[in-house]
């Protein structure tokens, strides 16, 4: 925590311009070692939130023209002295001046260190650290303003609240222990149990929120399913608008499973292209299958692809094997080639598998016939709510398994005091409900979770 930490905070490669942030007591007085102002003023000397120009100097030449922002400790990022240096974006000049930072004592940040320098020096909690990476990764405004507001303190404030109330309750209860052979009783059992109550309710809220919270932040799973040579891979190449697929006359083309995610009116969607469905001895595309199969499992939206030109018994044959497995999906039934077949015979369709529920949509993918329409369809399905800013989603593994941890918990407490169980107990359910609260906010952490959670992060943040 005492060494002086730098990175290119800005993304590899070359640019127009690029940003190297400096971390640690003493970070001015090291970058005045290859800084010079024209003026010949210090940055030690300078005061906080200024931007300063000048050169960098290398050798006894002129490495770059660079604007330099001076911050103090603790009004940082990172709650420290810090400097960020904002030079021209050549692979070269930020290759060299980060060997010139090196050479004058500053090391390599670790992946995360910034954000877990600012977690350390009380800047924000845990949650709100991990935040910092949801928002850099947002790639849809409901993604943006889940992860804003959980940056902002949204949902650390509601497990602070949570917390507290258990902590004043079982403070209460453990004085009781004190005094047990006087037989008192410092806490009210009846506001306990309504707070217990209280609490399971909130708790359970949040929990489920991470099915839509999972689907804002890692896109919504849409399965494209079918028959082989149905078109599977022509959609999927349409709907990312590239050649993510090979397409292929030949059957059994696709025998893996292919993802990609794209945004769709500020909607972020997950598609699986998945191998074509068909009695085979091919030992590869049957395992290819076996996985479409379990991708359906996984999948909220199911997009059925129909190829008109197959004769409906052998249509018929294929959903016998897959209708069942459509529970609790939103299932669209493609039916592709629509431009190869007439009219009259095309409206007949509409009457196929009436025993399936879902919408219906006739399309070309190859002539990109409807396929605006299909896009509605999607967001329709999809059924975001709209998101404030105020709201509080669970969108972090990690913390929907605490979550379930504390709700565990607190309805042993519920459970306790319906059946008289003693105090002890009922103060240790309590304390481990406030364990795995704490535990997402960090107010209990141990350095496994902080390296496991800061190593996901890029190295500059």
């Known amino acids: 925590m005492s060494d002086i930490i730098c990175a290119i905070s800005t993304p590899p490669g070359m640019g127009a311009i690029a940003v190297i942030r400096v971390s640690g007591g003493g970070s001015a007085a090291l970058t005045d070692h290859v800084f010079h102002s024209p003026s010949g003023k210090k940055l030690t000397n300078a005061a906080a939130n200024t931007v300063h120009f000048g050169r960098i100097h290398s050798g006894g030449?002129?490495?770059?023209?660079?604007?330099?922002?001076?911050?103090?400790?603790?009004?940082?990022?990172?709650?420290?002295?810090?400097?960020?240096?904002?030079?021209?974006g050549s692979v070269f000049i930020q290759q060299r001046l980060m060997e010139l930072l090196f050479a004058n004592g500053a090391r390599m940040a670790q992946a995360g260190e910034f954000t877990r320098r600012a977690f350390r020096n009380g800047k924000f909690d845990l949650s709100q650290a991990e935040a910092v990476a949801d928002l850099i990764a947002s790639s849809s405004r409901a993604a943006h303003r889940v992860a804003m507001n959980q940056m902002r303190g949204g949902f650390a404030g509601k497990l602070t609240q949570l917390r507290d109330k258990l902590l004043q309750f079982v403070?209460?209860?453990?004085?009781?222990?004190?005094?047990?052979?006087?037989?008192?009783?410092?806490?009210?059992?009846?506001?306990?149990?309504?707070?217990?109550?209280?609490?399971e309710e909130e708790i359970v809220r949040l929990t489920d929120s991470f099915r839509l919270g999972n689907a804002i932040k890692n896109g919504i799973p849409v399965a494209i399913i079918g028959e082989t040579n149905a078109g599977k891979s022509t959609l999927l190449n349409l709907l990312l608008n590239e050649e993510r697929a090979i397409v292929s006359d030949i059957h059994g083309t696709t025998r893996d499973v292919i993802e990609d995610v794209v945004n769709m009116e500020g909607v972020t969607f997950r598609f699986i292209d998945t191998a074509g469905i068909r009695q085979t001895t091919d030992t590869i595309e049957t395992l290819g299958i076996e996985r479409t199969y379990r991708k359906i499992e996984q999948a909220s939206i199911v997009l059925w692809m129909i190829d008109l030109t197959t004769p409906r018994d052998k249509m018929e044959v294929l959903a016998a094997s897959l209708i069942p497995r459509m529970k609790e999906k939103h299932l669209i039934l493609l039916f592709n080639k629509a431009d190869l077949l007439p009219e009259k015979e095309r409206a007949a369709m509409d009457h196929f598998l009436p025993e399936v529920e879902g919408d219906r949509l006739f399309i070309s993918a190859k002539q990109q016939y409807n396929t605006a329409q299909l896009q509605q369809l999607l967001v329709q399905a999809a059924a975001i709510p709209a998101i404030s800013e105020e709201d509080v989603v669970v969108t972090?593994?990690?913390?929907?398994?605490?979550?379930?941890?504390?709700?565990?918990?607190?309805?042993?407490?519920?459970?306790?005091?319906?059946?008289?169980?003693?105090?002890?107990f009922i103060s240790q359910d309590i304390r481990e409900c406030m364990f795995y609260l704490g535990e997402i906010t960090g107010h209990i952490s141990t350095d496994e979770i902080l390296g496991n959670i800061f190593s996901k992060f890029c190295i500059g943040k």
């Open 396 to 424: 972090n593994l990690r913390h929907y398994e605490a979550l379930n941890k504390a709700l565990e918990a607190i309805r042993r407490v519920v459970e306790g005091l319906e059946t008289g169980i003693t105090h002890d």
């Open 171 to 199: 403070s209460l209860i453990e004085l009781e222990l004190d005094f047990s052979e006087e037989d008192v009783e410092f806490a009210n059992r009846e506001k306990l149990y309504e707070l217990t109550h209280e609490i």
């Open 61 to 88: 030449e002129v490495l770059d023209e660079v604007l330099v922002t001076v911050f103090r400790a603790p009004h940082s990022f990172t709650g420290e002295e810090s400097v960020e240096i904002s030079c021209h």
